[in-house]
């Protein structure tokens, strides 16, 4: 009876040891340090990010770290360029669940997209307009 459950014991600690592997290959995560490095952003925005749910919660190892999918990087570089655009996080986050296809039924698509554009544009216009400006000043 002692060495079935010896068995047992033993059989438990090698499941739980080939589990954290395979699930750590498959995630095949990064720590919040390297995604602030890539993303050149703080940890503080990674976190705020996280609770506005613009990037999904992490996956946490056994010590509590934080283990991020790569995809976030790419997600975080799209929030900060958005960011330098002029869009809101608010905007921005309704474009990531247009992309997530996780779209609030209670937002007019049709709307906010002809809204975002319409906001482009005269964002491009004044910036041409600027453009000129600066030309016609550089030439006195």
Sequence with gaps: ???RRLDIVLWYKLYN???????RIIVEGIYI???TTQ???NKETIRYYERLGLINKPNRTKSGYRLFSKDTI???KFIKKMQELGFSLK???????I????LDESINLQGFIEEKLNEVQ??????ENFNVKLEVNSNK
């Design 1 to 3: 009876m002692l060495i």
């Design 17 to 23: 040891y080939f589990i954290e592997k395979i699930r």
């Design 33 to 35: 340090k390297e995604l």
């Design 39 to 41: 993303c050149n952003v």
């Design 74 to 76: 790419q997600r975080v």
């Design 91 to 97: 905007d921005i986050a309704v474009f990531l669940s």
């Design 99 to 102: 992309e997530d296809k996780n």
């Design 122 to 127: 005269a964002r491009i216009s004044n910036l």
